[in-house]
């Protein structure tokens, strides 16, 4: 487990997940990683979570809604996360390393939700991965936003489309459950900054590539 994050939660959400809820996501999450998405059945959560198929349906309509709400509840805090950065106090150049730091901290914390839900993420239903695909754009947007705040104001450089500039970063981030390792020497938040000060040098006006 990746050592600034919790057992049965993702870091920095509270513990208002109702106990049924969170033991169906704590036990696909397990049985997903295990044995595929594909290979496991909604018989085999229940079980494993300790309720019967009605409580389970009670809260999630299929298995679709279990996976997509193992990586939205990652997707939802980082969004909040990123809300509270883009409008907080300080220059732009400032809210956009905290931002691009948190959403590589917030993403090792929760690796293996991410993994899960990347590997699987082809077997979704047609209209269930278009929902994904529009909250993770809504993400994107913010961020691209402080990219182009900085170019605006000139802090940053305006020769590349802060839509490359953002792409680039979070596929990097979004590579990250392929190499990141919880034991090797880096912590989540160590790499964050990395990340954030490569983003940042990358937009430097004074050292354009070219």
């Known amino acids: 487990?990746?050592?600034?994050?919790t057992r049965n939660g993702i870091i920095g959400a509270g513990n208002d997940i109702e106990p049924?809820?969170?033991?169906?996501i704590a036990e696909a999450t397990r049985l997903f990683a295990?044995?595929?998405f594909e290979s496991t059945s909604v018989q085999e959560i229940v079980t494993a979570a300790g309720v019967t198929?009605?409580?389970m349906y009670h809260y999630f309509n299929s298995k679709d809604d279990l996976l997509k709400e193992i990586y939205g509840r990652v997707l939802r805090l980082q969004t909040e996360r990123l809300a509270r950065f883009a409008d907080g106090p300080g220059s732009v150049r400032e809210r956009l390393h905290a931002a691009a730091a948190d959403v590589v901290a917030t993403s090792v914390a929760n690796l293996d939700d991410t993994k899960i839900f990347f590997r699987s993420m082809h077997l979704l239903?047609?209209?269930t991965?278009?929902?994904v695909r529009a909250e993770r754009r809504r993400y994107h947007e913010r961020f691209r936003d402080l990219v182009a705040e900085g170019q605006h104001t000139g802090m940053f450089r305006d020769d590349v489309p802060a839509d490359i500039a953002v792409d680039?970063?979070?596929?990097s981030v979004h590579h990250l459950g392929t190499w990141y390792r919880a034991d090797g020497r880096l912590s989540g938040h160590e790499l964050g900054r990395h990340y954030a000060d490569l983003l940042i040098a990358s937009l430097d006006p004074r050292d354009p590539v070219g």
């Open 1 to 5: 487990m990746p050592r600034n994050a």
């Open 20 to 24: 049924v809820r969170r033991r169906l």
């Open 34 to 36: 295990k044995q595929g």
């Open 53 to 55: 198929k009605g409580a």
């Open 125 to 127: 239903a047609p209209d």
């Open 129 to 131: 991965q278009l929902a």
């Open 168 to 171: 680039f970063f979070l596929g």
